[in-house]
């Protein structure tokens, strides 16, 4: 009876409830049934992220007025001190000169019209409109009813509404219009706006509301309403044509012109209700003094505002941006509410414990998490049943699960090897076999003839019919330490290990590592899919793929987001989810494909961490099953805080991201800042300096922005794609003068790319002296300088050549002739002079002025400019030879080539080499004891030789090291010629010395 009468009381209720929405009466009571037994998932439906920004991110000031997003995607701020643009990463203060009046002003309104215009209201600076790039002002004086703008809105036609301090105004072709003769609509002050589907205007005023019809008239009773008193400060037409109104009183909504109330209560968080939105889908948004709730499904979400938004702020405005975020401007600061992608499961909801290592879905529907420490937690129609050591469990430490085919769960613990089986009474009621290993069970797996396969840390179990069978690498399993094992649609098990993949064949193993391709040995878990592939999750190697017999691995090289992957698992819509120790990632299969077939160079992995809802990023991938898809296509992944649920068909943010070159910074100094103003088309021209060059870039996607990431190419200097992440922001040092085209393409936070992206034309003009003409004026001048050097060394060299002609001519008829007297008198006087002392004074004195004939005859060849030749060298060589050896009893044989090339030799060369050969001829005839010399001029590997071998008695080993005076002078004197001296006995007796010509002279 109890039961009963609490039934009818709330079906009154129920009752009660629909009457105030304006629902039907069955729409109504099924809703109410349904929400009594409404889980944990139906009761936080639509979930949100909330992050906030105050001024120590940037904001101009904490107290949010206005919110609106123009048309480039740049979210605009209206604060109590000033504007500001946003791309969901930094805030760009509006400080432009033609309007410093609205720098540090208060913003009331916000407003972006169809051409592209941003309206901005601010307090008693009347109306600024910002188009193309220019400002203008509107006050009282150019037709506003009053400098005190408080809200603004775009009609349908394409007209400007404008609620004043004192009045309504409508701006339309550059005119604006009053409504003097209307009551509510004249010196009044309207509070808000809002246009509804049949183009009425709805106007909000501190003394009640007031109405325009599409043709601009206003209605006097609301369009058949009638008058609706009262001190209103929001107003808003949902998609079912109910007028909801903010009052200070309440919360008001009219259904056929009734009014239902919401006072302060449990489901409004206080009764000054400052702001009405309605979103895309249709949920209705309520901004107070008391912070923000939400009308779901007819109903509104009981302290909303306090368990999951965190916002217990006034709230100023709401709105949403084209992504479907929601913006709510607070005295507090700015809110961001991203649509959820994730549940969390945790000790507050119910689980025994947070640390869960494996989970699953039983026949009947309810999820089992199983807790290390803590047992293990069922949760059935909302509600959570803990079974542990002291209720039915043999241990707390509990590892994996396993859901058998008759309704019972399996249940491996930790350490010993125990292994339970719950059936419906929720008590262990398996006792454990002798043969299973004494050690941790990991996984539990029962196949399809209901063995049920036990992995454990010292290797495999199979219980079937009471029998206990073990396998371990010595029967032929690829390790002992069993981590994973997985059936696929052929009834094949593959078992993972931590030494390679083992796939049972009935009689036996065939073992997978890394030789035939795996990406590493340690496994972590298997997936099989639907067409039969495989696919292996590793330990430190990524992901492999096992299709048609063929190992295929995917790693961070690849793109993939981590190399240790916990889990893998697949969502309806062809995406592979993975966790791992630093959150979750998805690949599409199709870019896996795509990747195979060679048609894209890398994978994109689209990550989750707890910006995106995870209360932690460290995920569990000790034991099995550590994710599980549910019946409802939830994925859920274990966790060290819980279970975490991936919605189904979870939303992809596939809206491109604009793309927007904002500033340019050349060697320090800010070139170009784009701000408010709209980005040039034209060349930009860089002044000459440095070339330090710096282009700022953003992506405008809001929802993670954070997340967004660019890669950048500026065409003349980089040859590819510079692979930014998350960098906003491209440098070069060193670039110079030219014209470079710059490229920038981003992705949002779901991987989806704006391969148009933006471009810029630099164009780095030049230093004078990196001009052309500058450079052809300095080449010219080069040529002029060399030519005229080449002149001026000519003439010296020739002056040089006509002074040595000079003093060899002078040596030779000057000194020459007056030594040829000498000679001639000195030869007169030995004939005439008797024997004696002073006839061999005089024969000595003929001898030394035919020495110094002969000195002075080598000194004259020498400085002669005509003699440098190396025909006129060996010439003068051969016979000097044949005279020096002349009367000497030692015959000389020469060897002189017929076609000598024709190279010039230099005054010191033909010196040097003279000389040695000189001293090589002395050599021979006073050590030598030879009786034939033979000189020769020869070619040896393309460099010229001379050649002087004699039939003497050759060198001793004391005098072959070139230790001598006479030796190192002739090797001295190559050297500083730049050739090479080579003395060595005749195999046939005898001396041979070599006198290599300086490389310069190979032919």
């Excluded at 995870?614 to 898809?629: D, F, I, M, R, S």
């Excluded at 030394?848 to 010439?875: C, K, Q």
Aim: proline share 3%.
């Amino acid at each position: 009876m109890l039961r009963l009468r609490m039934f009818s009381s709330l079906k009154a209720f129920a009752r009660q409830v629909c009457h105030c929405l304006g629902w039907t009466k069955g729409v109504g009571l099924v809703w109410f049934a349904s929400a009594l037994n409404m889980n944990v998932f139906a009761a936080d439906a639509a979930r949100y992220n909330v992050r906030v920004w105050q001024t120590d991110e940037g904001l101009p000031q904490n107290s949010v007025n206005a919110i609106t997003q123009t048309r480039d995607g740049y979210l605009w701020v209206g604060t109590r001190e000033g504007l500001a643009c946003f791309d969901g990463i930094k805030f760009t203060l509006l400080d432009e000169a033609a309007a410093s009046y609205l720098k540090n002003a208060s913003i009331s309104a916000l407003c972006v019209s169809r051409d592209g215009s941003l309206w901005i209201a601010s307090e008693s600076n009347g109306l600024t409109r910002l188009k193309g790039g220019k400002f203008t002002h509107f006050l009282k004086a150019d037709g506003l009813p009053d400098n005190q703008v408080q809200c603004l809105l775009e009609g349908r036609d394409g007209g400007l509404w404008i609620g004043s301090e004192t009045g309504l105004a409508r701006f339309y072709e550059d005119q604006f219009t009053l409504f003097p003769e209307a009551d509510l609509l004249h010196n009044n002050s309207i509070k808000a706006l809002h246009e509804d589907g049949q183009g009425i205007l709805r106007v909000a005023t501190v003394t009640g509301l007031a109405s325009v019809n599409k043709d601009g008239v206003p209605s006097a009773n609301n369009l058949g309403i009638g008058p609706v008193g009262g001190v209103f400060k929001s107003v808003c037409v949902d998609q079912s044509e109910r007028i909801w109104l903010g009052t200070t009183d309440g919360l008001i909504c009219l259904v056929d012109g009734k009014p239902a109330s919401y006072a302060a209560n449990k489901t409004v968080p206080e009764k000054i209700t400052t702001v009405i939105h309605e979103d895309r889908v249709g949920q209705l948004w309520i901004g107070t003094y008391g912070g923000l709730t939400r009308r779901i499904g007819g109903a509104l979400a009981q302290n909303w505002w306090l368990n999951k938004s965190g916002i217990d702020d006034v709230i100023n405005t709401v709105y949403e941006d084209r992504e479907r975020n929601l913006w709510i401007g607070g005295r507090d600061g700015l809110y961001r509410l991203s649509p959820a992608r994730f549940v969390n499961v945790t000790t507050q909801d119910g689980l025994t414990g947070n640390n869960v290592v494996s989970l699953l879905e039983d026949r009947d529907g309810a999820m089992w998490f199983a807790t290390w420490g803590n047992g293990v937690t069922r949760l059935k129609g909302g509600r959570y049943t803990s079974i542990t050591a002291s209720n039915g469990l043999t241990y707390d430490k509990v590892l994996s699960l396993e859901k058998s085919r008759n309704g019972n769960l399996w249940v491996g613990m930790d350490f010993v090897g125990v292994l339970n089986r719950l059936p419906a009474t929720l008590s262990n009621d398996f006792p454990r076999p002798s043969g299973i290993f004494n050690s941790a069970i990991r996984v539990i797996h029962e196949d399809k003839t209901g063995a049920v396969w036990v992995g454990t840390g010292k290797g495999l179990n199979v219980i079937f019919s009471n029998h206990v069978a073990s396998y371990t690498t010595t029967e032929g399993l690829a390790g002992n330490d069993i981590t994973a094992i997985c059936e696929n649609i052929n009834g094949q098990l593959w078992i993972g290990t931590d030494q390679g993949l083992s796939c049972w064949t009935g009689n036996g193993f065939t073992n997978l590592t890394t030789e035939p391709g795996l990406s590493h040995n340690r496994i972590n878990a298997i997936y099989a899919d639907a067409m039969g592939e495989v696919w292996i999750a590793t330990r430190g190697g990524g992901l492999s793929r096992y299709k048609a017999g063929k190992l295929t691995s995917y790693t961070t090289q690849e793109g993939l987001f981590n190399d240790d992957v916990y889990e893998v698992l697949e969502d309806a819509s062809g995406h592979l989810w993975m966790s791992c120790r630093r959150g979750i990632f998805r690949v599409s299969r199709s870019e896996l494909d795509n990747f195979d077939s060679g048609n894209i160079k890398r994978i994109n992995s689209t990550s989750f961490g707890r910006e995106d809802g995870l209360a932690t990023e460290q995920c569990n991938g000790v034991a099995k099953p550590a994710g599980w898809k549910s019946q409802d296509g939830r994925l859920w992944f274990a966790t060290i805080r819980g279970a975490v649920a991936v919605e189904p068909n979870v939303r992809v943010n596939d809206l491109l991201p604009a793309v927007i070159v904002e500033k340019i910074v050349v060697d320090q100094k800010v070139l170009r800042a784009n701000g408010v103003r709209q980005p040039d088309s034209g060349t930009l021209m860089i002044p000459p300096g440095s070339g330090r060059i710096e282009i700022h870039f953003t992506a405008l996607s809001l929802w993670a922005a954070e997340k967004n990431r660019f890669k950048y190419q500026l065409e003349g200097l980089d040859d590819e794609w510079v692979d930014a992440g998350h960098q906003r922001v491209a440098n070069y040092p060193n670039a110079g003068p030219g014209t470079y085209r710059f490229k920038v393409i981003a992705c949002n936070n779901d991987g989806v790319w704006n391969e148009s992206g933006a471009e810029l034309t630099l164009r780095i003009l030049p230093h004078f002296w990196q001009t052309w003409w500058f450079r052809a004026a300095l080449v010219l001048f080069s040529i002029l300088l060399i030519a005229g050097i080449y002149r001026i060394r000519v003439a010296r060299l020739r002056g040089l050549a006509d002074l040595r002609i000079r003093i060899a001519q002078d040596l030779h008829d000057d000194i020459g002739s007056r030594l040829t007297r000498v000679a001639m008198v000195t030869e007169l006087a030995d004939r005439e002079t008797p024997a004696g002392v002073s006839k061999s004074h005089i024969q000595n004195i003929a001898r030394t002025v035919r020495d110094i004939t002969r000195a002075m005859d080598e000194i004259v060849w020498t400085i002669n400019p005509r003699n440098d030749s190396l025909e006129n060298l060996a010439n003068y060589i051969f016979h000097y030879a044949q005279e020096y050896f002349q009367d000497t009893g030692v015959r000389c044989r020469l060897d002189l080539p017929h076609d000598l090339p024709d190279r010039r030799v230099t005054t010191e060369e033909r010196h040097n080499l003279f000389m040695a050969v000189k001293e090589a001829l002395n050599n021979v005839l006073k050590h030598a004891g030879a009786t034939e010399v033979r000189i020769a001029l020869t070619r040896i590997e393309k460099r010229m030789v001379i050649l002087i071998s004699d039939n003497g008695r050759g060198v001793s080993a004391s005098q072959a090291d070139l230790t001598g005076v006479g030796m190192l002078n002739m090797k001295q004197r190559l050297q500083i010629i730049g050739g090479e001296f080579k003395v060595e006995n005749n195999p046939a007796g005898g001396t041979a010395v070599a006198m290599q010509m300086p490389r310069k002279w190979s032919v």
